[in-house]
């Protein structure tokens, strides 16, 4: 039983600059499935090397639906150990990274080594051709791509590659996918920048093979439905028509946007910033990941500053780029996502960053300040020096710490804690950090699908957010995009891998995959020896009310009653008082864990 992986993975090794296969054990897939389980699983034993250490691999792993008909199931899961939070850290990007490495006949791509100067790598079908890139040092990502590519290619591989932020080394670098797309969060840039690898581009001319293609014809059109039926993703004020930017007046509306540094939740927007009138204002239009239905990018085909054909900002940092930065003027949020993008900079972290300077600092950024700050990240010139290690440390060597918006490094995205208190305990024991899709309660506790909850209580979370998590971590092994659960369950998808791999699979099986996954994450939390005062929320959530108005209180967190959900959801989740893993917890779950003697 091997889940529908092909039981391949290619090592590269960029020092000797050689490529060779594994066909690991079946049992690793049947624990794992592929994605974000497997690269937990294939990295834990290296995670005690630094970040920049040569030994330490950087992995791109698919899922076993990708490169078929299934929906939305082509994320490549990204991972390695994360700059930022010093621990393991995937990201999912989208695009055709994922299809392209199944169709060349592999589950995922581990590199390891360092070149000794930047260099690409072409893989075609397996075959692994490394070339000189030193002529492309300091290239932005969208150079790089023409560069390697050609400015309209009709037909392209699958194309990844690091800006000036990877290769300097900033901590909040991200890897471009493709045109439009990135593994944004962690760090992970700066670990291919590390290594010397500045592209990678890969294409696959096989087939996926599947099962039983009329179970999973049918699995896709149940999913289809359910997409199309579903006003969040594909409605008319959806995703498919105004992209992610849809969320940025969901959390307008109820009263929970971070607004300057989280100090408040409401930001007084005008006119210009609703997810209409940026889509009037760019004229753009939708595209996305390869066999998505959903489409929730936004392309603008009017010029800003010259160009056409850019991305508008996702919801995240169009959010954190306005409402956060205290800046009213669209243009000055796409410049500075705009920058991120070509940079290879992560825009939430590079926001919250931007925004402590500006609470420490008690001073407003100019016009185009913001995008000058931004290169100053990449070279470490002036301010540059101390923002380029993210909000945390830049707080922290500011005398600040307490400004730094982050959980265990990672800084917060666009949903302020105080208006859902699931989201809230969600991202205090995210063991990624600072994220809300480790367990996506939004769509419980704002969206109201597919169970309605009040969203400023604690009663029920732990459990909610347990079950979320697991369910996500079971779709990050699919590689199945998140967005997709907010209307289809992993009901649909058991189905579909069914068919593609032609073994029983079910919801039961494939969340008992999540709950493992996630319990291997705590494993790895405790050998770096991350303790549950890094399952926690900045002070200010706990002391500082929202923007509340007379009929929408948004009161501080209460935190006796946040500290009391924290231990039932230990307690759900089978860990002990301390939030940390227990070894018969881990062995019924096919993990070794050990309290005493962390696994290096
Ligand atoms: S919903 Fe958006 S991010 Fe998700 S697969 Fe579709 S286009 Fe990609």
């Given at each position: 039983?091997?889940?529908?992986?092909?039981?391949?993975?290619?090592?590269?090794?960029?020092?000797?600059?050689?490529?060779?296969?594994?066909?690991?054990?079946?049992?690793?897939?049947?624990?794992?499935?592929?994605?974000?389980?497997?690269?937990?699983?294939?990295?834990?034993?290296?995670?005690?090397?630094?970040?920049?250490?040569?030994?330490?691999?950087?992995?791109?792993?698919?899922?076993?639906?990708?490169?078929?008909?299934?929906?939305?199931?082509g994320?490549?899961?990204?991972?390695?150990?994360?700059?930022?939070?010093?621990?393991?850290?995937?990201?999912?990007?989208?695009g055709s990274l994922?299809a392209s490495?199944?169709r060349a006949?592999?589950?995922?791509?581990?590199?390891?080594?360092?070149?000794?100067?930047?260099?690409?790598?072409r893989l075609e079908d397996?075959?692994?051709?490394?070339?000189?890139?030193?002529?492309?040092?300091?290239?932005?990502?969208g150079e790089t791509y023409i560069a390697v590519l050609g400015e309209n290619p009709a037909e392209h591989p699958a194309f990844a590659a690091?800006?000036?932020?990877?290769?300097?080394?900033?901590?909040?670098?991200?890897?471009?996918v493709d045109r439009h797309h990135?593994?944004?969060?962690?760090?992970?840039?700066?670990?291919?920048?590390?290594?010397?690898?500045?592209w990678?581009t890969v294409r696959g001319t096989?087939?996926?093979?599947?099962?039983?293609?009329?179970?999973?014809?049918?699995?896709?059109?149940?999913?289809?439905?359910?997409?199309?039926?579903?006003?969040?993703?594909?409605?008319?004020?959806?995703?498919?028509?105004?992209?992610?930017?849809?969320?940025?007046?969901?959390?307008?509306?109820?009263?929970?946007?971070?607004?300057?540094?989280?100090?408040?939740?409401?930001?007084?927007?005008?006119?210009?910033?609703?997810?209409?009138?940026?889509?009037?204002?760019?004229?753009?239009h939708?595209a996305g990941c390869e066999g998505?239905?959903?489409?929730?990018l936004?392309i603008?085909?009017?010029?800003?500053?010259?160009?056409t054909d850019?991305?508008?900002?996702?919801?995240?940092?169009?959010?954190?780029?306005?409402?956060?930065?205290?800046?009213?003027?669209?243009?000055?949020?796409?410049?500075?996502?705009?920058?991120?993008?070509?940079?290879?900079?992560?825009?939430?972290?590079?926001?919250?960053?931007?925004?402590?300077?500006?609470?420490?600092?008690?001073?407003?950024?100019?016009?185009?300040?913001?995008?000058?700050?931004?290169?100053?990240?990449?070279?470490?010139?002036?301010?540059?020096?101390?923002?380029?290690?993210?909000?945390?440390?830049?707080?922290?060597?500011?005398?600040?710490?307490?400004?730094?918006?982050?959980?265990?490094?990672?800084?917060?995205?666009?949903?302020?804690?105080?208006?859902?208190?699931?989201?809230?305990?969600?991202?205090?024991?995210?063991?990624?950090?600072?994220?809300?899709?480790?367990?996506?309660?939004?769509?419980?506790?704002?969206?109201?699908?597919?169970?309605?909850?009040?969203?400023?209580?604690?009663?029920?979370?732990?459990?909610?957010?347990?079950?979320?998590?697991?369910?996500?971590?079971?779709?990050?092994?699919?590689?199945?995009?998140?967005?997709?659960?907010?209307?289809?369950?992993?009901?649909?998808?058991?189905?579909?891998?069914?068919?593609?791999?032609?073994?029983?699979?079910?919801?039961?099986?494939?969340?008992?995959?999540?709950?493992?996954?996630?319990?291997?994450?705590?494993?790895?939390?405790?050998?770096?020896?991350?303790?549950?005062?890094?399952?926690?929320?900045?002070?200010?959530?706990?002391?500082?009310?929202?923007?509340?108005?007379?009929?929408?209180?948004?009161?501080?967190?209460?935190?006796?009653?946040?500290?009391?959900?924290?231990?039932?959801?230990?307690?759900?989740?089978?860990?002990?008082?301390?939030?940390?893993?227990?070894?018969?917890?881990?062995?019924?779950?096919?993990?070794?864990?050990?309290?005493?003697?962390?696994?290096?």
């Amino acid at each position: 039983m091997r889940g529908g992986a092909l039981g391949r993975l290619l090592h590269v090794d960029l020092g000797s600059r050689t490529a060779r296969v594994e066909e690991p054990s079946d049992a690793l897939y049947r624990n794992f499935l592929g994605g974000r389980g497997l690269a937990g699983a294939l990295l834990r034993p290296h995670l005690s090397c630094p970040w920049d250490d040569p030994d330490l691999p950087l992995v791109i792993l698919t899922g076993p639906l990708a490169g078929t008909m299934a929906p939305a199931s082509g994320r490549a899961i990204i991972a390695s150990k994360s700059p930022l939070t010093s621990t393991f850290l995937d990201s999912a990007a989208g695009g055709s990274l994922a299809a392209s490495v199944k169709r060349a006949g592999f589950d995922g791509i581990v590199i390891r080594g360092a070149a000794d100067g930047l260099v690409g790598l072409r893989l075609e079908d397996g075959n692994a051709v490394f070339e000189d890139a030193r002529h492309l040092a300091g290239s932005t990502i969208g150079e790089t791509y023409i560069a390697v590519l050609g400015e309209n290619p009709a037909e392209h591989p699958a194309f990844a590659a690091v800006g000036s932020a990877g290769e300097q080394g900033a901590a909040f670098a991200s890897i471009g996918v493709d045109r439009h797309h990135m593994a944004g969060r962690g760090g992970l840039g700066a670990v291919m920048g590390a290594k010397n690898l500045k592209w990678l581009t890969v294409r696959g001319t096989g087939t996926v093979p599947v099962a039983d293609e009329e179970a999973l014809l049918k699995a896709r059109e149940a999913i289809l439905r359910l997409t199309a039926a579903s006003p969040v993703l594909r409605g008319q004020f959806g995703f498919s028509n105004y992209g992610t930017a849809a969320l940025f007046d969901l959390t307008h509306s109820r009263r929970m946007t971070p607004t300057d540094n989280f100090r408040r939740t409401w930001f007084d927007r005008g006119e210009g910033l609703s997810a209409p009138a940026l889509k009037k204002r760019y004229a753009s239009h939708s595209a996305g990941c390869e066999g998505c239905p959903v489409e929730c990018l936004q392309i603008a085909a009017t010029p800003l500053d010259g160009e056409t054909d850019w991305a508008l900002p996702e919801f995240e940092s169009l959010s954190h780029f306005t409402a956060l930065v205290g800046n009213h003027d669209p243009d000055e949020a796409a410049r500075a996502n705009r920058r991120c993008v070509a940079l290879g900079l992560d825009p939430v972290s590079a926001a919250v960053t931007l925004a402590t300077r500006r609470e420490i600092a008690g001073r407003d950024f100019a016009p185009g300040e913001m995008v000058v700050l931004l290169d100053d990240i990449v070279t470490g010139r002036g301010e540059g020096e101390l923002l380029r290690l993210g909000a945390y440390r830049c707080a922290e060597a500011m005398g600040q710490p307490e400004a730094a918006m982050t959980v265990k490094g990672l800084e917060l995205p666009a949903y302020d804690p105080r208006g859902a208190y699931g989201l809230a305990l969600g991202s205090a024991v995210a063991t990624r950090g600072g994220c809300h899709l480790r367990a996506n309660t939004i769509s419980h506790e704002i969206l109201r699908k597919p169970v309605a909850t009040d969203r400023f209580s604690f009663a029920g979370k732990a459990r909610m957010v347990k079950l979320a998590e697991d369910a996500i971590a079971a779709a990050d092994c699919l590689g199945v995009c998140t967005y997709m659960f907010l209307t289809a369950g992993l009901e649909e998808y058991a189905a579909a891998l069914a068919a593609v791999s032609g073994e029983p699979w079910g919801q039961g099986e494939l969340l008992r995959v999540g709950e493992r996954v996630v319990y291997q994450e705590r494993c790895m939390l405790l050998e770096a020896s991350c303790g549950p005062e890094q399952d926690d929320l900045p002070e200010r959530f706990f002391i500082e009310p929202g923007s509340e108005t007379e009929t929408q209180p948004m009161p501080a967190i209460d935190r006796e009653a946040f500290l009391e959900a924290r231990s039932a959801y230990y307690a759900v989740r089978g860990l002990d008082g301390r939030g940390n893993p227990i070894p018969d917890r881990a062995a019924a779950l096919g993990l070794e864990c050990s309290t005493s003697t962390p696994l290096v």
